[in-house]
């Protein structure tokens, strides 16, 4: 199986990335930063299932370009991780326009743009499978968190539109939603904190789940959460 996993170079992304490797898939790293990439694959072994390339989703042409270079690399495109994303956390009376466009684009828009480009490939080999990074956010909105969390409540309905779409042209769509994932997410991590998180290697093995499971069922939105949160109060 071929996997193109966007915003692979660190955090959740490079876990899917490696979680993929070690079952044998060959995969296409990508994300805007080329030294992070090229350590990226270095810590997955450099070996030849591995391919990188430098892209921006939240350019369309880029999306464009990384589905051409899966498909010239290994021939195809079966799963399509859509992980970037990015969070930039003010009220709405003192976020920056671009910081609320720099979100939009990342964690909405860029999904549409792979999506667009890699649904023709897929329905040229029979099927795939497309899995899109969301967030609890996206149900949960809270106050400093208008933009992240507005990206993220439209790419669930963006996901579920999209699942009944491409259905019957063998393409399933899921999304996860995570709650606190250990990660240098939005630089918000505190020391300490990170053992009650969820691992990103578990939202790995939840996404190796969904792409795994028999196609005849569809498991389309999974919630994951850390079991045990500090107390509120
Ligand atoms: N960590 C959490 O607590 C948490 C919880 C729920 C959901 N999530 C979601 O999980 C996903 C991954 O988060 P993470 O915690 O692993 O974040 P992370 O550690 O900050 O990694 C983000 C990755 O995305 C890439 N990226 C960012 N903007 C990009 C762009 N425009 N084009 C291409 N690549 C881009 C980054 O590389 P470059 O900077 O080099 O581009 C990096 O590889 C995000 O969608 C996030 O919203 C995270």
């Known amino acids: 199986m071929v996997s193109l996993v966007t915003g692979s170079s660190k955090g959740i992304g490079l876990a899917i990335a ?17 030294d992070e990439l090229q350590k990226a694959a ?5 070996g030849a299932n591995v391919h990188v390339v430098s ?4 350019r369309a042409a880029d999306a464009e370009r990384i589905v051409a270079a899966a498909v010239a690399r290994f021939g195809g495109l079966d ?10 956390f003010s009220n709405v009376s003192d976020l920056a ?6 979100v939009i684009e990342t964690n909405l828009s860029g999904v549409f743009y792979c999506c667009r480009a890699a649904l023709p490939e897929m329905k040229r080999r029979g099927g795939g499978y497309i899995v899109n990074i969301s967030s609890l956010a996206g149900k949960n909105p809270f106050a400093g968190g208008a ?8 790419l669930n309905a963006f996901s579920e539109a999209l699942m009944q779409e491409v259905r019957y042209d063998n393409i399933r769509v899921s ?4 709650g606190s994932v250990a990660t240098g997410f939005g630089d ?7 053992d009650w998180k969820i691992a990103p290697e578990d939202v790995a093995e939840v996404v190796v789940d969904l792409v795994t499971l028999d196609s005849r069922s569809l498991a389309s939105r999974v919630e994951l959460r850390p079991s045990r949160p500090p107390r509120k109060g």
């Open 18 to 34: 490696k979680a993929f490797v070690a079952r044998g898939m060959q995969v296409v790293l990508t994300a805007r930063q080329d």
């Open 42 to 46: 270095a810590a997955l072994g450099g």
């Open 55 to 58: 892209a921006d989703v939240r």
């Open 79 to 88: 799963v399509l991780v859509n992980n970037a994303g990015i969070g930039r």
């Open 97 to 102: 326009i671009d910081e609320w466009q720099q």
């Open 147 to 154: 933009a992240y969390c507005a990206s993220k409540a439209a």
């Open 175 to 178: 999304y996860v939603l995570p």
């Open 188 to 194: 918000r991590g505190r020391a300490g904190e990170a």
